[in-house]
T-cell receptor
Framework: LAKTTQPISMDSYEGQEVNITCSHN???????ITWYQQFPSQGPRFIIQ???TKVTNEVASLFIPADRKSSTLSLPRVSLSDTAVYYC????????????FGRGTSLIVHP | ETGVTQSPTHLIKTRGQQVTLRCSSQ?????VSWYQQALGQGPQFIFQ???????GRGNFPPRFSGLQFPNYSSELNVNALELDDSALYLC??????????????FGPGTRLTVL
């Protein structure tokens, strides 16, 4: 049973806001939600992590509803360089945590 | 502060051979995880080392083994290579194993091709 479900691909245009939603119906009480970005032939890069409500940093926002069964990564005013694969992970980060990446969402930003 | 480094960058082996991949973790990080990423797929967790002990393992056979050294650098060894082992192998380090700490720092990877 997959822990997370994301759209396989999304398209956007420069300057637009992009929202990528991840479903995690079986999230556990102690689980956090973490998003990574990966460019071709590079390792993934941590973007943002949250537990509930809203988290914002210099590159993105993460919205988590009260039931925590989904989350939305929001990228404001995307540019061509935001073209990448975005992964959503859930887990508690503790000793028994096994990170599960899934296939991610391939975002293509057009001029 | 030095980031995660991996060597070699690329490697070509033949079926049945053995390979050793190396990873230097980010300064101050005591936890190292290894992943295998096939083309078009997400990274698949192989195993994790915390303070020189294996701390968790994904669904990989025993011919995938590893080590972590006192300086927290790490090796991934794969014996009896198979064609399906061709992939990008990623190493990631993190500050510690702790609840809520899911942030990992990834290296650039080693591209392994098995012929």
């Amino acid at each position: 049973l997959a822990k997370t479900t994301q759209p396989i691909s999304m398209d956007s245009y420069e300057g637009q806001e992009v929202n990528i939603t991840c479903s995690h119906n079986n999230i556990a009480t102690n689980d956090y939600i973490t998003w990574y970005q990966q460019f071709p032939s590079q390792g993934p890069r941590f973007i943002i992590q949250g537990y509930k409500t809203k988290v914002t940093n210099e590159v993105a926002s993460l919205f988590i509803p009260a039931d925590r069964k989904s989350s939305t990564l929001s990228l404001p005013r995307v540019s061509l360089s935001d073209t990448a694969v975005y992964y959503c992970l859930v887990g508690d980060g503790g000793g028994s945590y096994i990170p599960t990446f899934g296939r991610g969402t391939s975002l293509i930003v057009h001029p | 502060e030095t980031g995660v480094t991996q060597s070699p960058t690329h490697l070509i082996k033949t079926r049945g051979q053995q390979v050793t991949l190396r990873c230097s973790s980010q300064s101050g990080h005591n936890t190292v995880s290894w992943y295998q990423q096939a083309l078009g797929q997400g990274p698949q967790f192989i195993f994790q080392y915390y303070r020189e002990e294996e701390n968790g393992r994904g669904n990989f056979p025993p011919r995938f083994s590893g080590l972590q050294f006192p300086n927290y650098s790490s090796e991934l060894n794969v014996n009896a290579l198979e064609l399906d082992d061709s992939a990008l192998y990623l190493c990631a380090s993190s500050l510690s194993i702790a609840e809520g700490n899911n942030e990992q720092f990834f290296g650039p990877g080693t591209r392994l091709t098995v012929l």
